[in-house]
């Protein structure tokens, strides 16, 4: 027999992970569901997108993405401010906006939900470009949308485990652009309408690519579980609606540009099953085939509280106060100069080897060289 869980009734953590109980909740009306910082990461969002859908949920989609929306064509300009070196905007995209042959992901996932769910289109997606936003523009914007839209929860998705990082490590990935959305999430509270805040990480292990070692990862999973900020995880499996709702997706997007996402080719594979050194064909023209090793904890949706993750991240401290993304560069910049200045930046950190682990409990007996 099936078995029906009524969502009023609290479910245990393992048949239902925290965050999935919190954007199941009843309460729960409309979802800004936007990506962590740059590349493809508000695309992972369509993992969730189905099932948010079931829910009856309302999706406001936000691209926090590396192209620039001013290349965006067919689109129009819902907030502009100044910035340091010109403005900044973000406009909202169509599936009739037409953005560049190489890359302009949002004009094709607008015309991916219109195929996908032609009731509810036309569909769009705010485009912001995260290269030119601080914790206090940013913010200024996503109050704009909670204002419009009366959005209650919000949902920033990571693809990678950058977004994890604290500050202090050896390689960071692209620490400025998730910090501000990591940050800026933190920030927002009851008092803006917001009920429930999620970080999500997806293709953890990805930012190996990206200078962002396992162990610095594995170890910010403990120390933000031990502060009370893990909100649980799930594996993706290949036979899964929502997967086969993103790999869908992805391939409508390539089918429009040129760009590959080393990140989204590498998480379908990873789901698939793909194991150890390889690379999806899509991508071999951007990796060598030792740069990129697949394992299947990128196959998994990780989540955790914004909040506690901000408030262990020195970075978070750092540009949590900038008005401008430069200064949030240049922040960040001196601080880790002073943390290297007194040997405070921690040296490239790795998972134990298996030999290494066997001479531990063997006294180096065991192994022969």
Known sequence: KSITFKMDQPLSSLLSPSFLQRLADPDVKAILLTGCGGGFDFVHG????????????????GSFSFGSPYNIQ?????????????????????????????????VR?????????????????????????????????????IQEHDIDTIVVIDGGSDSLMKGDESGLGDPIEDCVSVTTASLLSAADGIRHKLLLS?????????????????????EITALGGFLGSVSIE???PCFKFY??????????????????????????????YSVPDSCKERVRTNNLYLWPMMAMM?????EVV??????????????YYEQCNTALEEKRRNLAANGKILPISNVPTQEQILEGRFGGNRIKK
């Open 46 to 61: 369509m993992l969730l997108y189905p099932e948010l859908m079931k829910l009856g949920k309302k999706v406001v989609y």
């Open 202 to 222: 997806v293709g953890f292990g990805m930012d190996r690519f990206n200078n962002v070692s396992d162990n610095d990862s594995l170890r910010a999973v403990a």
């Open 302 to 306: 990780w989540a955790f509280d914004p």
């Open 238 to 240: 290949p036979s899964s």
């Open 310 to 323: 901000a408030k262990r991240s020195l970075v978070s401290q750092w540009i949590q106060d900038c008005e």
């Open 247 to 276: 790999k869908e997706c992805i391939d409508h997007i390539y089918e429009g540009q040129s760009f590959r996402s080393v990140m989204a080719s590498g998480l379908v594979a990873a789901i698939e099953g793909d194991f150890g």
């Open 74 to 106: 067919g689109a129009e300009i819902v907030w502009e401010e100044k910035g340091l070196r010109g403005p900044i905007c973000a406009k909202k995209v169509y599936a009739t906006s037409t953005g560049t042959d190489n890359y302009c992901p949002e």
């Open 109 to 145: 996932i607008c015309s991916f939900l219109d195929k996908k769910y032609p009731e509810t289109s036309p569909h769009f997606v705010y485009a912001y470009y995260a290269r030119a936003f601080s914790v206090q523009s940013l913010t200024r914007l996503y109050k704009q949308f």
